[in-house]
């Protein structure tokens, strides 16, 4: 177990480093933020005097060695723009995001997988069928006119629901939430939906499938000929084995979610950790652009490991310690 | 004379396929008795599996129960609404599989599937589910219970599965218990033990058995009686040492020859010569004529029942031993 997290550990750490200048060199290679920060009537000498203060006059090789060390060191650079260190302007954006895709988690698991259970049970019943039919349609739908079509109908035609920004928000054990006040709550509901569909999509049909394959196994034919209920025949015998592939995908989904919520987070213009990305890159926030993505690696292999123990304990057939 | 344990009458299974409706088992009638052991013998596809889950009532879609009753203790429960079924699932008739890798579910732990089975009848606590699950196991002869119960199936071998299966199926010494098959995947030791301990329990229960199998040999030291089922019928019924010895119909006889332990060594092995039709392609008449040495073209009508002492009978117009027709 210890040389398992050890050697996932050493994974991570050269994922982050090989990222890490990839994306330096590739973000110097685009074009010089001098150019974006500068004001545009600036004299020559005022774009050197800029340059010099953020360390853009240098060789790239110098440029990314003072990086590469500092970055050791636990210090990721200052923001060229927001003039604060880039992780924390990261870590503020964070917890709106982090709210946003566990909502958005949280509602396509526990809407996907009754669907999908009902549709695997039921297969070629209307309801099934039209459960499967609406799958497609989550699956198929362009995310950014799903979200603008949320804004039309229930924002601008309904106005049941505000159309973007993240409502009032309170400070928890100095995290700033909006989970907790109607207003945050309100906000939440659409870029959640929107951010939830294709995940939707994606529990039901891995659901159905792992439902259908499950109803023909013995152990359900044995489960029926001890006289067990049809509710503990599905709710643990069929759902425990299901549970296996939805969860795999579903750590990776968060991830992602977490990651790229770039589109959905545009959008709502909900002011999270995807459009902090997107405004970087737009201003050349060479900093903040590679401190976000080391922190994507991050998480991307921390959801992965944490896969892997809820996959063993889910799954007795993988728990190599106890085994033989 | 109280009722017997399971008097099938006239069952009939069909499934639809293609517009049509085949039917899987014809016309099957037969009685088990209290603690009688009854073998039920055929070759894949004959209908000896179908007819056993016709009697749990486990027949799924595109299949159905299309004729005759199921006698229960006396009770039709041929075509039972599901909510009635339950309750003799499992505690009046049971049933064991044949591939024991993949009946107990593999991610539940063997005591919470033993003990599921007991609460699915009985309003028991936790703790005396867990004691009666513990003595069910030691029962059939399950060495180190309290480390067996706290595994996984996957940590067990084939005959201790199956040995679990059926300390399940026996939990609430039922009436009835199918077992369809339960040794052919095992070790050809352990099917002797298994066999032998499947039969003392259920003598010792007063458990009605019907052991569905292919295999002849497993027949002939375990039965009172035996059953062959040949194309969805049965062709020929009677007591066990009767109809090895000396079988009226020839399926029977040619199927006896054809067991490898009857055959001298270097001999090559008796075959019955053809296949078994298809579910979809079946005559009207014996199933068996043109796989036939007695066949003569009276065989194309549907076969007359020949009967002979004591309680035997075979579907044929031309029995080997003298019999009278019916």
Not at chain 1, 220 to 225: C, E, K, L, T
Not at chain 1, 277 to 290: A, E, G, H, Q, T
Not at chain 2, 252 to 281: C, E, F, K, Y
Request: charged share 15%; glycine share 8%; aromatic share 6%.
């Amino acid at each position: 177990m210890l040389t398992y997290l050890i050697q996932r550990f050493g994974q991570a750490l050269v994922t982050v480093a090989a990222m890490a200048t990839l994306v330096f060199v590739g973000v110097y290679a685009i074009a010089d933020p001098i150019d974006m920060l500068a004001a545009p009537d600036a004299t020559p000498d005022e774009r050197a005097a800029i340059g010099a203060q953020l360390g853009l006059d240098r060789s790239l090789p110098v440029q990314f060695g003072t990086f590469a060390w500092r970055a050791l060191h636990g210090d990721l650079g200052r923001s060229f723009v927001y003039n604060e260190p880039a992780l924390s302007v990261i870590l503020q954006r964070l917890p709106a995001t982090l709210e946003l895709a566990l909502t958005a988690l949280v509602l396509a698991v526990a809407v996907g997988l009754p669907l999908g259970l009902w549709a695997g049970l039921k297969p070629s019943s209307g309801s099934g069928r039209t459960i499967m039919t609406g799958s497609i349609l989550a699956f198929s739908l362009p995310n950014f006119w799903q979200g603008l079509m949320l804004v039309l109908v229930f924002a601008v035609t309904l106005g049941w629901f505000p159309a973007g920004g993240r409502g009032e928000t309170v400070n928890v054990l100095g995290i700033e939430t909006g989970l907790l006040t109607l207003d945050g709550l309100r906000h939440l509901v659409l870029p959640a939906v929107n951010l939830a569909l294709f995940k939707l999509a994606v529990v039901i049909r891995l659901a159905r499938a792992g439902t259908r394959e499950a109803m023909l196994q013995d152990y359900v034919r044995f489960a029926r000929a001890k006289g067990l209920s049809p509710a503990r025949i599905v709710g643990v015998h069929v759902l425990k084995n299901i549970l296996l592939p939805v969860v795999t995908v579903i750590g990776l989904e968060l991830g992602s979610m977490i990651a790229f919520a770039v589109v959905t987070e545009t959008v709502f213009a909900w002011p999270g950790i995807g459009k902090l990305l997107i405004d970087s890159i737009n201003r050349l926030d060479r900093p903040v652009i590679v401190a976000y993505l080391m922190l994507t690696v991050c998480l991307f292999v921390a959801i992965n490991l944490i896969v892997d123990l809820i996959y063993a304990a889910l799954d007795p057939r993988v728990r190599l310690s106890e085994a033989a | 004379m109280t009722a017997p344990v399971l008097a099938l009458e006239d069952l009939s299974v069909s499934f639809k396929a293609g517009g049509r409706e085949h039917v899987a088992v014809d016309r099957v009638s037969l009685t088990v008795g209290r603690g009688e052991v009854l073998g039920l013998v055929g070759e894949s596809g004959s209908g000896k599996s179908v007819t056993g889950l016709a009697l749990m009532g486990l027949i799924e879609a595109p299949g159905r129960v299309s004729g005759g009753r199921i006698l229960l203790e006396g009770r039709d429960i041929a075509g039972l609404p599901e909510a009635e079924l339950r309750p003799l699932r499992g505690r009046r008739m049971a049933m064991i599989f044949q591939d024991p890798m993949t009946t107990l579910n593999p991610v539940l732990r063997v005591e919470t599937q033993v003990v599921e089975a007991i609460r699915a009848h009985e309003r028991v606590g936790a703790a005396a589910a867990r004691a009666r699950a513990r003595e069910a196991l030691v029962k059939v002869g399950i060495p180190a219970p309290d480390a067996r119960l706290r595994a996984y199936p996957h940590q067990l071998s084939g005959g201790m599965r199956q040995r679990i299966a059926i300390a399940i199926a026996l939990l609430h010494a039922p009436a009835l218990l199918i077992a369809d098959e339960p040794t052919t995947a095992l070790d050809v030791t352990i099917q002797a033990q298994i066999l032998a301990e499947a039969q003392a329990l259920c003598a010792e229960m007063g458990t009605a058995l019907i052991w569905i199998t292919h295999d002849l040999a497993v027949v002939a030291g375990l039965g009172d009686r035996l059953c062959v089922m040949y194309a969805g019928r049965i062709v020929e019924a009677g007591p066990v040492a009767d109809v090895i010895e000396a079988p009226l119909h020839p399926y029977s006889a040619r199927l006896i020859a054809s067991a490898p332990s009857r055959n001298a060594r270097g001999v090559p092995l008796a075959q019955i010569p053809g296949m078994a039709p298809a579910l979809t392609d079946r005559p009207p008449g014996c199933a068996f004529a043109l796989r036939c040495a007695c066949a003569t073209p009276d065989c194309a009508a549907p076969p007359p029942t020949a009967r002979a002492e004591p309680s035997r009978f075979a579907l044929c117009r031309h029995p080997l031993q003298p019999a009278r027709f019916t």
